[in-house]
């Protein structure tokens, strides 16, 4: 029984993690068909902004993850004025211009930070015991705030006329803006909200792991593995396809302790063979020649 609550928490803790990142990435090319190969590098810097803020200026955790998911929110937006909407109709060009983007962030880590492996204490230290098994109360909040954020979104989604807008924005851009939605504006604001939900989970995340300048790449891989896997474009794809691979991840952690290295392997394996049977993946829309 413990091995199996074991199993639970730590797919649940991943999978919460994947579905923050890939339903961001989803967001922004739902909206604006823009592959942001920059999103997790977004995610590492505002670890990095928690560990600066609580470990060299001393301010509470909480003050440390608003402030931080804040200014990489802003660093996004600018992010997108300056490097993506210039170019964002070649879509070849953003792919270059995102990746390029995030390894200026890792360089610019490395230099500020030497590289060296950092941590950050836990916003509520302790544990309780279920089942004879420790939960951590950070692990909680972390699960805990994924849903949250997750249930906002749809609640602002379905319940606003932002997400209205974003809607109609990822169905047709043409249509969209025919019938008067400013798609420019609405594609900055997603882009703005898509990194902060990068940033949130960075801040939510940091104190389960270790911050050093590389921290980025391995969440990219999961996460456009979960968003392939789930169906480009589909939030509730991604949502399902970050579960599915956190617990993959997790089983192969735990059954199999001396395989743990393939557990990306392994996810990976999984998306492609779902890819085999249905290409568009699990809730995707099929793709059609463009007339």
Request: proline share 3%; glycine share 10%; hydrophobic share 60%.
């Amino acid at each position: 029984m413990g091995l199996i609550i074991d199993i639970v928490i730590t797919g649940l803790i991943s999978g919460s993690t994947f579905a923050l990142l890939a339903i961001g990435f989803s967001l922004i090319f739902g909206a604006a068909r823009i592959v942001n190969l920059a999103h997790t590098a977004f995610y590492m810097v505002a670890a990095y902004c928690i560990y600066v803020m609580t470990q060299k200026m001393g301010l509470h955790p909480v003050w440390g993850m608003i402030i931080a998911t804040v200014l990489v929110a802003l660093l996004g937006l600018i992010s997108y004025q300056l490097f993506i909407n210039p170019i964002r109709e070649h879509e070849g060009a953003v792919l270059i211009a995102t990746i390029a983007l995030a390894m200026v962030f890792q360089e610019v880590m490395s230099l500020l930070f030497t590289g060296t492996y950092l941590s950050v204490p836990a916003l509520i230290k302790g544990y309780f015991v279920l089942l004879g098994v420790k939960v951590f109360y950070q692990q909680l909040i972390t699960f805990c705030a994924a849903l949250l954020v997750m249930t906002g979104l749809w609640l602002v989604l379905m319940k606003t006329k932002l997400g209205l807008a974003l809607r109609s924005t990822a169905q047709d851009r043409e249509v969209a803006n025919l019938m008067g939605i400013n798609e420019a504006r609405v594609a900055m604001m997603t882009m703005g909200l898509s990194v902060g939900l990068a940033a949130f989970t960075g801040a939510v995340v940091v104190p389960l792991t270790i911050l050093e300048p590389t921290m980025w790449m391995h969440p990219l891989i999961m996460m456009m593995a979960v968003v392939v896997l789930g169906g480009l474009g589909s939030l509730k794809g991604s949502f399902i396809g970050a579960y599915i691979l956190g617990f993959a991840g997790a089983l192969v952690v735990f059954l199999a302790p001396m395989g743990s290295f393939l557990k990306g392997p392994v996810a990976l394996s999984i998306m492609i063979v779902v890819l085999l049977i249905r290409p568009e993946g699990l809730f995707g829309v099929s793709f059609e020649e463009e007339r």
